[in-house]
Protein backbone atom coordinates (compact mmCIF):
# COMPACT_ATOMS: atom_id res chain seq x y z
CA UNK A 1 0.00 0.00 0.00
CA UNK A 2 2.97 2.27 0.97
CA UNK A 3 4.52 1.47 -2.14
CA UNK A 4 1.71 2.42 -4.50
CA UNK A 5 1.26 5.79 -2.57
CA UNK A 6 4.91 6.47 -3.33
CA UNK A 7 4.66 5.26 -6.58
CA UNK A 8 1.66 7.38 -7.19
CA UNK A 9 3.36 10.48 -5.71
CA UNK A 10 6.61 9.85 -8.49
CA UNK A 11 4.51 9.55 -11.15
CA UNK A 12 2.35 12.65 -10.45
CA UNK A 13 5.19 14.81 -10.48
CA UNK A 14 6.90 12.79 -13.67
CA UNK A 15 3.40 13.44 -16.02
CA UNK A 16 3.39 17.32 -14.56
CA UNK A 17 7.04 17.49 -15.74
CA UNK A 18 6.02 16.00 -18.78
CA UNK A 19 3.46 18.66 -19.66
CA UNK A 20 5.41 21.47 -18.36
CA UNK A 21 8.59 20.42 -21.14
CA UNK A 22 5.71 20.37 -23.93
CA UNK A 23 4.67 23.90 -22.84
CA UNK A 24 8.48 25.00 -22.46
CA UNK A 25 9.13 24.05 -26.03
CA UNK A 26 5.16 25.15 -27.70
CA UNK A 27 6.01 28.63 -26.14
CA UNK A 28 9.66 30.00 -25.66
CA UNK A 29 11.12 32.03 -28.77
CA UNK A 30 14.11 30.29 -30.11
CA UNK A 31 15.61 26.71 -31.09
CA UNK A 32 18.00 26.64 -28.45
CA UNK A 33 15.40 28.19 -25.79
CA UNK A 34 12.93 25.47 -26.77
CA UNK A 35 16.10 22.44 -26.32
CA UNK A 36 16.82 23.42 -23.07
CA UNK A 37 13.40 23.44 -21.68
CA UNK A 38 12.54 20.47 -23.87
CA UNK A 39 15.46 18.13 -22.82
CA UNK A 40 15.71 19.02 -19.31
CA UNK A 41 11.87 19.27 -18.22
CA UNK A 42 11.73 15.77 -20.53
CA UNK A 43 14.34 13.78 -19.03
CA UNK A 44 13.39 14.13 -15.50
CA UNK A 45 9.82 13.62 -16.14
CA UNK A 46 10.30 10.72 -17.67
CA UNK A 47 12.76 9.59 -15.35
CA UNK A 48 10.17 10.00 -12.46
CA UNK A 49 7.67 8.50 -14.41
CA UNK A 50 9.72 5.02 -15.23
CA UNK A 51 10.87 4.90 -11.61
CA UNK A 52 7.28 5.46 -10.12
CA UNK A 53 5.60 2.60 -11.99
CA UNK A 54 8.57 0.25 -10.76
CA UNK A 55 8.25 1.33 -7.14
CA UNK A 56 4.51 0.81 -7.51
CA UNK A 57 5.00 -2.72 -9.14
CA UNK A 58 7.82 -3.65 -7.17
CA UNK A 59 8.54 -7.00 -9.68
CA UNK A 60 8.78 -4.51 -12.73
CA UNK A 61 12.20 -2.50 -10.66
CA UNK A 62 14.73 -3.59 -12.81
CA UNK A 63 13.81 -3.28 -16.23
CA UNK A 64 12.04 0.13 -15.15
CA UNK A 65 15.54 1.34 -13.81
CA UNK A 66 16.95 -0.21 -17.20
CA UNK A 67 14.87 1.90 -19.03
CA UNK A 68 15.26 5.01 -16.88
CA UNK A 69 19.10 5.02 -16.49
CA UNK A 70 19.15 4.85 -20.72
CA UNK A 71 17.10 7.75 -20.98
CA UNK A 72 18.79 9.66 -18.48
CA UNK A 73 22.10 8.84 -20.35
CA UNK A 74 21.40 9.06 -24.01
CA UNK A 75 18.75 12.20 -24.37
CA UNK A 76 21.28 14.90 -23.48
CA UNK A 77 23.62 13.37 -26.15
CA UNK A 78 21.09 13.57 -28.47
CA UNK A 79 20.02 17.18 -27.66
CA UNK A 80 23.56 18.41 -27.71
CA UNK A 81 23.40 16.28 -31.46
CA UNK A 82 21.06 18.84 -31.87
CA UNK A 83 21.94 22.26 -30.88
CA UNK A 84 25.53 21.71 -32.68
CA UNK A 85 23.58 20.71 -35.57
CA UNK A 86 21.05 23.45 -35.55
CA UNK A 87 24.44 25.86 -35.26
CA UNK A 88 26.47 25.14 -37.56
CA UNK A 89 23.56 24.81 -40.40
CA UNK A 90 22.83 28.48 -39.44
CA UNK A 91 20.46 28.74 -37.23
CA UNK A 92 19.97 32.73 -36.02
CA UNK A 93 19.63 33.06 -32.42
CA UNK A 94 17.04 34.92 -30.79
CA UNK A 95 17.23 38.60 -31.30
CA UNK A 96 16.56 39.88 -27.73
CA UNK A 97 19.70 36.77 -26.38
CA UNK A 98 22.46 38.24 -24.69
CA UNK A 99 25.62 36.83 -25.37
CA UNK A 100 26.70 34.68 -29.04
CA UNK A 101 29.68 32.66 -27.26
CA UNK A 102 30.85 31.97 -31.01
CA UNK A 103 31.24 35.44 -31.66
CA UNK A 104 33.81 35.81 -28.80
CA UNK A 105 36.36 38.86 -28.08
CA UNK A 106 39.29 38.91 -29.89
CA UNK A 107 41.78 38.38 -27.02
CA UNK A 108 40.10 35.28 -26.52
CA UNK A 109 40.42 34.06 -29.89
CA UNK A 110 43.85 34.85 -30.19
CA UNK A 111 44.54 33.14 -26.68
CA UNK A 112 43.26 30.29 -27.94
CA UNK A 113 44.88 30.14 -31.59
CA UNK A 114 48.43 30.62 -29.24
CA UNK A 115 47.22 27.34 -27.38
CA UNK A 116 46.18 25.85 -30.33
CA UNK A 117 49.84 26.38 -32.20
CA UNK A 118 52.23 25.27 -29.19
CA UNK A 119 51.84 21.35 -29.46
CA UNK A 120 51.92 21.77 -33.38
CA UNK A 121 55.74 23.16 -32.57
CA UNK A 122 55.96 20.29 -29.82
CA UNK A 123 55.53 17.62 -32.61
CA UNK A 124 57.16 19.08 -35.47
CA UNK A 125 60.46 19.35 -33.19
CA UNK A 126 59.66 15.80 -32.34
CA UNK A 127 59.72 14.70 -35.71
CA UNK A 128 62.61 16.42 -36.14
CA UNK A 129 64.32 15.11 -33.58
CA UNK A 130 63.38 11.28 -34.61
CA UNK A 131 64.44 12.24 -38.70
CA UNK A 132 68.03 13.05 -37.76
CA UNK A 133 69.61 9.59 -36.16
CA UNK A 134 67.88 7.60 -39.26
CA UNK B 1 -2.89 1.56 -8.49
CA UNK B 2 -6.04 3.60 -8.74
CA UNK B 3 -7.30 3.25 -12.71
CA UNK B 4 -8.63 6.94 -12.30
CA UNK B 5 -5.43 8.57 -11.66
CA UNK B 6 -3.19 6.63 -13.96
CA UNK B 7 -5.96 7.88 -16.64
CA UNK B 8 -5.51 11.16 -15.27
CA UNK B 9 -2.03 10.96 -15.76
CA UNK B 10 -1.50 9.21 -19.28
CA UNK B 11 -3.88 12.64 -20.15
CA UNK B 12 -1.47 15.49 -19.00
CA UNK B 13 1.21 13.26 -20.52
CA UNK B 14 -0.71 13.45 -23.77
CA UNK B 15 -1.55 17.01 -23.16
CA UNK B 16 2.50 17.16 -23.55
CA UNK B 17 2.96 15.64 -26.64
CA UNK B 18 -0.37 17.55 -28.90
CA UNK B 19 2.03 20.73 -27.88
CA UNK B 20 5.01 19.12 -29.24
CA UNK B 21 3.19 18.26 -32.05
CA UNK B 22 2.05 21.82 -32.57
CA UNK B 23 5.60 23.09 -32.67
CA UNK B 24 6.42 20.28 -35.07
CA UNK B 25 3.73 21.40 -36.70
CA UNK B 26 4.65 25.00 -37.13
CA UNK B 27 8.00 25.76 -36.34
CA UNK B 28 9.89 27.98 -38.76
CA UNK B 29 12.68 25.99 -39.00
CA UNK B 30 13.98 22.27 -39.67
CA UNK B 31 15.64 22.23 -36.25
CA UNK B 32 12.40 23.32 -34.12
CA UNK B 33 10.70 20.27 -36.00
CA UNK B 34 13.18 17.88 -34.75
CA UNK B 35 13.44 19.58 -31.31
CA UNK B 36 9.18 18.88 -31.17
CA UNK B 37 9.88 15.56 -32.59
CA UNK B 38 12.72 14.47 -30.13
CA UNK B 39 10.57 15.55 -26.91
CA UNK B 40 7.77 13.77 -28.08
CA UNK B 41 9.71 10.94 -28.51
CA UNK B 42 11.06 10.78 -24.83
CA UNK B 43 7.36 11.62 -23.24
CA UNK B 44 6.05 8.53 -25.45
CA UNK B 45 8.40 6.29 -23.71
CA UNK B 46 7.59 7.04 -20.78
CA UNK B 47 3.84 7.02 -21.74
CA UNK B 48 4.42 3.47 -23.00
CA UNK B 49 5.39 2.25 -19.11
CA UNK B 50 2.37 4.17 -17.71
CA UNK B 51 0.50 2.05 -20.51
CA UNK B 52 2.16 -1.18 -19.10
CA UNK B 53 1.03 -0.10 -15.77
CA UNK B 54 -2.77 0.52 -16.54
CA UNK B 55 -2.92 -2.73 -19.14
CA UNK B 56 -0.85 -4.86 -16.40
CA UNK B 57 1.44 -6.22 -19.19
CA UNK B 58 4.77 -6.45 -18.17
CA UNK B 59 5.85 -6.64 -22.26
CA UNK B 60 5.44 -2.62 -22.56
CA UNK B 61 8.67 -2.34 -20.72
CA UNK B 62 10.22 -4.59 -23.44
CA UNK B 63 8.35 -2.14 -26.16
CA UNK B 64 9.73 0.95 -24.42
CA UNK B 65 13.17 -0.14 -24.18
CA UNK B 66 13.61 -0.62 -27.96
CA UNK B 67 11.74 2.68 -28.81
CA UNK B 68 14.01 4.22 -26.69
CA UNK B 69 16.79 2.87 -28.68
CA UNK B 70 15.64 3.60 -32.13
CA UNK B 71 14.84 7.00 -31.41
CA UNK B 72 18.26 7.82 -29.81
CA UNK B 73 19.69 6.36 -33.32
CA UNK B 74 17.17 8.39 -35.67
CA UNK B 75 17.69 11.73 -34.30
CA UNK B 76 21.76 11.19 -33.76
CA UNK B 77 21.53 10.25 -38.04
CA UNK B 78 19.04 13.32 -38.38
CA UNK B 79 21.51 15.76 -36.28
CA UNK B 80 24.25 14.52 -38.02
CA UNK B 81 22.10 15.04 -41.58
CA UNK B 82 21.79 18.65 -40.64
CA UNK B 83 25.17 19.58 -39.65
CA UNK B 84 27.12 17.60 -42.77
CA UNK B 85 24.59 16.54 -45.30
CA UNK B 86 24.52 12.42 -45.59
Given at each position: ?6 G ?38 A ?40 R ?38 E ?8 | ?27 P ?58
Amino acid sequence: MTAAIVGGILMSIGAVFLLLGGLGIFRFPDVYNRLQAGTKCTTLGAVFTIVGVGVAEPAWIFKAVLVAVFILLTNPISAHALARASRKSGVALWEKSLVDVQQAPEGAEEAGAEAADEPVEETAEETGGAEEPS
Amino acid sequence: MNPALLIVLFGIGVGGMILCLLRAARGPTTSDRIVGVDAMVTITTALLVLLGLMLKRRIYLDVSLVYAVLAFVGVLVIARYLERGL
